[in-house]
């Protein structure tokens, strides 16, 4: 069995708290085995945060720097990341509740469809929007996420292909007219497909730079707790998971915004 | 121009029966390991980019450590000498356990 199944098996023992998102849900999505890393959204109440705790503390987890695995700072957007040795495995798990450009509604309809899904992960309209980040790598994903997503409307907003895009377009101008205003790239479809795809292009480059400035904006607001980290990672190196979540929260609690603010 | 995103082999795992997709996915995650050496202070996911130090500038905080990890001649908590999971990766003992006899998926990661 896989890791990232086995600990998802674990986190939603009873209720479902947690679901694979980012690389491995590519996996699961028979999209290439492309990240060894885990990632969860998880439910954004104690009882989840403190379950998923209490398994990663059984598996000898430790926090990576980031922020603690606490509502307050989960509800703000932040992420929280912990790692442990399992066998010959680094396991990395990185959690957030409030994935970037996942609407509420969105977000609501995902723990839905999760239900009764085994293993629960994230269908491809929200992956998508998780993969527009400000690595040129993740991009390719969301052209292959367009090409699974059996709705038009779905593939006129995400698909990155040019081709696509055309063929999608003599078929659907009715739907096409109304997207544009959310897609800008799609009144180009009009100019061919080499300007298509130079704007496809573009589009890319501007996610990067949006998903680069979100980023600087936790770096900027974690700056105090970055130069706390060293002395505490050294002061909780020897404390059971739980013990060292409670004075991570401590002086997170003094350091660390809930929220980074411009 | 041609619009693929992925190749043919990253695509591959449409093709495999769920265990067929399991066994893959676990040797992959295991020969992932290679570069944990090279990835040690990166993030895959969320909202922290970098490490908090950068790795040699002069007085820089060392990264947290881990528990049972020793430290390494970087000064990094690690499990094992560095390098010995690379050289593992490119000297492999015993058969990979898993997986039919075929191409294997190429690594995107």
């Known amino acids: ?262 | 121009m041609t619009d693929e995103f992925l190749s043919e082999e990253d695509l591959d795992p449409c093709n495999l029966s769920w265990e067929e997709l399991l066994a893959w996915w676990d040797l992959g995650l295991h020969q992932a390991q290679a570069t944990n050496d090279l990835d040690e202070h990166t993030y895959s996911h969320g909202v922290f980019r970098t490490p908090f130090h950068t790795r040699g500038r002069a007085g820089s905080s060392r990264p947290p450590a881990c528990k049972g990890w020793r430290r390494p001649p970087t000064n990094l908590p690690r499990s094992e000498p560095a390098g010995t999971s690379l050289q593992a990766a490119l000297f492999p003992g015993p058969a990979a356990r898993y997986g039919p006899d075929r191409h294997h998926p190429a690594w995107a990661g």
């Not at chain 1, 998923?52 to 720097?65: D, E, T």
């Open chain 1, 1 to 262: 069995m896989v890791i990232y199944l086995e600990l998802t098996a674990e986190f939603n023992q009873s209720r479902l708290r947690a679901v694979i998102c980012s690389g491995q849900a590519a996996v699961l999505h028979r999209l290439a085995i492309a990240s060894k890393d885990g990632a969860w959204i998880l439910r954004e109440d104690e009882e989840a945060l403190d379950h998923v705790l209490a398994v990663l503390g059984r598996h000898g987890a430790c926090y990576r720097f980031g922020a603690p695995l606490d509502v307050r700072w989960m509800r703000g957007g932040w992420s929280s990341h912990l790692e442990f040795q399992s066998a010959a495995l680094r396991v990395r798990t990185d959690f957030f509740t409030r994935p970037p450009r996942v609407s509420s509604e969105e977000l609501s309809q995902m723990w839905l469809d999760a239900e009764g899904q085994d293993p629960p992960f994230t269908g491809a309209r929200v992956l998508a929007e998780m993969k527009k980040t400000d690595r040129q790598r993740d991009y390719p994903f969301i052209g292959e996420l367009a090409r699974l997503m059996s709705d038009p409307r779905d593939q006129l907003l995400y698909s990155r292909s040019a081709d696509d895009l055309i063929r999608l377009a003599e078929g659907h101008a009715d739907l096409l007219r109304e997207l544009v205003p959310l897609r800008r790239v799609l009144s180009r479809i009009r100019d061919g497909r080499r300007a298509l795809a130079e704007a496809l292009q573009l589009e890319m480059l501007d996610s990067m730079d949006a998903n680069a400035a979100r980023i600087e904006l936790f770096r900027t607001a974690s700056a105090s707790w970055a130069r706390a980290w060293p002395k505490l990672s050294h002061e909780i190196d020897a404390l059971p998971l739980s013990q060292a979540h409670s004075r991570i929260v401590t002086l997170a609690d003094m350091v660390l915004p809930k929220e980074p603010r411009p």
